[in-house]
Protein backbone atom coordinates (compact mmCIF):
# COMPACT_ATOMS: atom_id res chain seq x y z
CA UNK A 1 0.00 0.00 0.00
CA UNK A 2 1.41 3.68 -1.04
CA UNK A 3 2.07 6.04 1.98
CA UNK A 4 1.00 9.49 2.32
CA UNK A 5 2.59 11.55 -0.16
CA UNK A 6 2.83 15.49 0.00
CA UNK A 7 3.81 17.94 -2.72
CA UNK A 8 5.67 19.90 -3.28
CA UNK A 9 8.47 19.01 -0.94
CA UNK A 10 10.31 22.28 -0.77
CA UNK A 11 8.99 25.63 -1.48
CA UNK A 12 10.14 29.10 -1.52
CA UNK A 13 7.88 31.95 -0.98
CA UNK A 14 8.41 35.65 -0.34
CA UNK A 15 6.28 37.57 2.70
CA UNK A 16 2.99 38.53 1.42
CA UNK A 17 2.32 35.69 -0.98
CA UNK A 18 0.14 32.85 -0.41
CA UNK A 19 1.14 29.26 -0.63
CA UNK A 20 -1.03 25.27 -1.40
CA UNK A 21 0.05 22.36 -0.20
CA UNK A 22 -1.14 19.35 -1.26
CA UNK A 23 -1.70 15.55 0.78
CA UNK A 24 -2.61 12.70 -0.32
CA UNK A 25 -3.32 10.44 1.56
CA UNK A 26 -3.33 6.08 2.65
CA UNK A 27 -5.83 4.37 -0.05
CA UNK A 28 -8.99 4.00 2.03
CA UNK A 29 -8.38 6.58 4.55
CA UNK A 30 -10.36 9.16 4.83
CA UNK A 31 -8.92 11.40 7.87
CA UNK A 32 -6.48 14.18 7.20
CA UNK A 33 -4.44 15.94 9.83
CA UNK A 34 -2.26 18.51 9.29
CA UNK A 35 0.57 19.20 11.78
CA UNK A 36 3.46 22.42 11.60
CA UNK A 37 6.61 21.62 12.51
CA UNK A 38 9.25 23.69 13.62
CA UNK A 39 12.51 23.82 15.69
CA UNK A 40 11.48 26.19 18.51
CA UNK A 41 7.78 25.23 19.02
CA UNK A 42 7.64 21.38 18.03
CA UNK A 43 4.70 19.66 16.26
CA UNK A 44 1.63 21.55 16.36
CA UNK A 45 -1.92 20.57 15.01
CA UNK A 46 -3.46 22.61 13.08
CA UNK A 47 -6.70 20.92 11.31
CA UNK A 48 -8.31 17.56 10.55
CA UNK A 49 -10.66 16.22 7.94
CA UNK A 50 -12.98 13.81 7.65
CA UNK A 51 -15.11 13.55 4.70
CA UNK A 52 -14.63 16.78 3.51
CA UNK A 53 -15.70 18.32 6.86
CA UNK A 54 -13.27 20.05 9.04
CA UNK A 55 -13.01 18.05 12.25
CA UNK A 56 -11.15 19.53 14.57
CA UNK A 57 -8.41 23.08 14.83
CA UNK A 58 -5.56 24.33 16.42
CA UNK A 59 -5.28 27.46 17.91
CA UNK A 60 -3.59 29.32 14.59
CA UNK A 61 -4.46 32.17 13.19
CA UNK A 62 -7.22 32.68 9.94
CA UNK A 63 -4.25 32.93 7.62
CA UNK A 64 -3.98 28.98 7.65
CA UNK A 65 -6.93 27.04 5.93
CA UNK A 66 -7.69 24.11 4.84
CA UNK A 67 -9.75 21.65 2.56
CA UNK A 68 -10.49 17.66 2.04
CA UNK A 69 -11.88 16.34 -1.47
CA UNK A 70 -14.83 14.17 -2.30
CA UNK A 71 -11.32 11.34 -2.96
CA UNK A 72 -9.98 12.23 0.59
CA UNK A 73 -7.16 14.55 -0.90
CA UNK A 74 -6.50 17.57 1.01
CA UNK A 75 -4.84 20.84 0.46
CA UNK A 76 -3.85 23.70 3.60
CA UNK A 77 -3.39 27.40 1.96
CA UNK A 78 -1.48 29.97 4.17
CA UNK A 79 -2.38 33.51 3.05
CA UNK A 80 -0.22 37.02 3.72
CA UNK A 81 3.21 34.52 4.67
CA UNK A 82 5.29 35.86 7.30
CA UNK A 83 8.75 34.56 7.99
CA UNK A 84 7.55 33.01 11.17
CA UNK A 85 5.33 30.55 8.50
CA UNK A 86 9.26 28.47 7.40
CA UNK A 87 7.91 25.43 8.78
CA UNK A 88 8.06 21.58 7.71
CA UNK A 89 4.16 20.96 7.10
CA UNK A 90 3.36 17.47 8.12
CA UNK A 91 0.30 15.47 7.12
CA UNK A 92 -0.97 12.94 8.61
CA UNK A 93 -3.44 10.08 7.25
CA UNK A 94 -6.04 7.96 9.52
CA UNK A 95 -8.14 5.12 8.75
CA UNK A 96 -11.35 4.13 9.71
CA UNK A 97 -13.26 2.35 12.96
CA UNK A 98 -11.68 3.46 16.55
CA UNK A 99 -7.80 2.93 15.81
CA UNK A 100 -6.25 5.93 16.42
CA UNK A 101 -2.87 5.51 14.46
CA UNK A 102 -1.88 8.18 12.19
CA UNK A 103 0.97 8.08 9.77
CA UNK A 104 2.46 10.72 8.45
CA UNK A 105 3.86 11.83 4.91
CA UNK A 106 7.59 13.06 4.11
CA UNK A 107 6.57 16.97 4.66
CA UNK A 108 6.72 20.17 2.68
CA UNK A 109 9.51 22.39 3.52
CA UNK A 110 8.06 26.01 3.41
CA UNK A 111 10.84 28.58 3.15
CA UNK A 112 9.45 32.42 3.41
CA UNK A 113 11.82 34.79 2.42
CA UNK B 1 -6.03 21.26 26.54
CA UNK B 2 -3.22 18.21 27.16
CA UNK B 3 0.29 19.04 27.60
CA UNK B 4 3.25 16.40 27.07
CA UNK B 5 6.47 16.66 29.08
CA UNK B 6 9.50 14.44 27.17
CA UNK B 7 12.84 14.05 28.64
CA UNK B 8 15.31 14.22 28.20
CA UNK B 9 16.19 16.07 25.29
CA UNK B 10 19.26 14.37 24.26
CA UNK B 11 20.74 11.16 24.55
CA UNK B 12 23.83 9.59 23.62
CA UNK B 13 24.15 5.26 24.38
CA UNK B 14 26.73 2.79 23.18
CA UNK B 15 25.74 0.19 20.59
CA UNK B 16 24.34 -2.83 22.25
CA UNK B 17 23.46 -0.63 25.15
CA UNK B 18 19.44 0.54 26.23
CA UNK B 19 18.04 3.67 26.23
CA UNK B 20 14.55 5.01 28.09
CA UNK B 21 12.85 8.03 26.84
CA UNK B 22 10.17 9.50 29.70
CA UNK B 23 6.93 11.47 29.00
CA UNK B 24 4.31 13.02 31.24
CA UNK B 25 0.82 13.96 30.26
CA UNK B 26 -1.82 16.64 31.77
CA UNK B 27 -4.83 15.80 30.72
CA UNK B 28 -6.23 12.26 32.76
CA UNK B 29 -9.08 11.36 29.77
CA UNK B 30 -6.12 10.76 27.18
CA UNK B 31 -6.67 7.39 25.74
CA UNK B 32 -4.18 6.72 23.29
CA UNK B 33 0.07 7.15 23.28
CA UNK B 34 1.65 6.75 20.42
CA UNK B 35 5.85 7.29 19.87
CA UNK B 36 7.55 8.42 16.40
CA UNK B 37 10.20 8.18 15.07
CA UNK B 38 11.87 10.84 12.47
CA UNK B 39 14.71 10.91 10.86
CA UNK B 40 16.48 13.55 8.47
CA UNK B 41 14.69 14.97 6.23
CA UNK B 42 11.39 12.47 6.99
CA UNK B 43 8.49 12.49 8.23
CA UNK B 44 7.75 11.07 11.50
CA UNK B 45 7.32 7.00 11.18
CA UNK B 46 5.34 5.53 14.18
CA UNK B 47 6.73 2.84 15.92
CA UNK B 48 4.79 1.40 18.96
CA UNK B 49 1.66 2.85 20.30
CA UNK B 50 0.05 2.22 23.37
CA UNK B 51 -3.73 2.35 24.97
CA UNK B 52 -4.85 3.27 28.45
CA UNK B 53 -6.75 -0.32 29.49
CA UNK B 54 -2.68 -2.05 28.80
CA UNK B 55 0.53 -1.30 30.87
CA UNK B 56 3.29 -2.47 28.92
CA UNK B 57 3.49 -3.31 25.16
CA UNK B 58 6.45 -4.72 23.05
CA UNK B 59 7.48 -5.26 19.68
CA UNK B 60 10.72 -6.83 19.42
CA UNK B 61 13.93 -4.27 20.39
CA UNK B 62 11.14 -1.59 21.45
CA UNK B 63 8.40 -1.61 24.69
CA UNK B 64 6.04 1.36 25.97
CA UNK B 65 5.24 1.20 29.10
CA UNK B 66 2.19 3.10 30.52
CA UNK B 67 0.91 4.85 33.87
CA UNK B 68 -2.15 6.19 34.30
CA UNK B 69 -2.25 6.65 37.95
CA UNK B 70 1.26 9.09 37.39
CA UNK B 71 0.14 9.76 33.91
CA UNK B 72 3.47 9.16 32.30
CA UNK B 73 4.67 7.11 29.77
CA UNK B 74 7.82 5.75 28.57
CA UNK B 75 9.56 4.12 25.50
CA UNK B 76 12.55 1.14 25.97
CA UNK B 77 14.59 0.09 23.46
CA UNK B 78 16.82 -2.37 23.95
CA UNK B 79 20.06 -3.84 22.19
CA UNK B 80 20.62 -0.36 20.76
CA UNK B 81 22.11 -0.21 17.02
CA UNK B 82 23.21 3.06 14.90
CA UNK B 83 20.44 3.19 12.93
CA UNK B 84 17.93 3.94 16.08
CA UNK B 85 19.66 7.59 16.04
CA UNK B 86 17.02 9.58 14.77
CA UNK B 87 14.64 12.28 16.89
CA UNK B 88 12.06 10.15 19.22
CA UNK B 89 8.75 12.39 19.63
CA UNK B 90 6.03 10.58 22.22
CA UNK B 91 2.55 12.21 21.95
CA UNK B 92 -1.17 11.75 22.92
CA UNK B 93 -4.57 12.31 22.17
CA UNK B 94 -5.94 15.31 23.15
CA UNK B 95 -9.26 14.73 24.31
CA UNK B 96 -11.82 11.97 24.55
CA UNK B 97 -13.68 12.00 21.13
CA UNK B 98 -10.55 13.94 19.11
CA UNK B 99 -7.90 12.66 17.08
CA UNK B 100 -5.73 15.18 17.74
CA UNK B 101 -2.13 14.40 18.69
CA UNK B 102 -0.16 16.82 21.20
CA UNK B 103 3.84 16.27 20.82
CA UNK B 104 6.26 16.17 23.22
CA UNK B 105 9.22 18.24 22.27
CA UNK B 106 11.90 14.99 20.96
CA UNK B 107 14.54 13.28 22.05
CA UNK B 108 17.36 13.22 20.01
CA UNK B 109 18.91 9.62 20.14
CA UNK B 110 22.65 9.25 19.01
CA UNK B 111 23.84 5.66 19.58
CA UNK B 112 27.54 5.29 19.21
CA UNK B 113 29.17 2.73 17.23
Known amino acids: KAGVTQTPRYLIKTRGQQVTLSCSPISGHRSVSWYQQTPGQGLQFLFE???????NKGNFPGRFSGRQFSNSRSEMNVSTLELGDSALYLCASKGGGTYNEQFFGPGTRLTVL | GENVEQHPSTLSVQEGDSAVIKCTYS??????FPWYKQELGKGPQLIIDIRSNVGEKKDQRIAVTLNKTAKHFSLHITETQPEDSAVYFCAAIARAGSYQLTFGKGTKLSVIP
Open chain 1, 49 to 55: YFSETQR
Open chain 2, 27 to 32: DSASNY
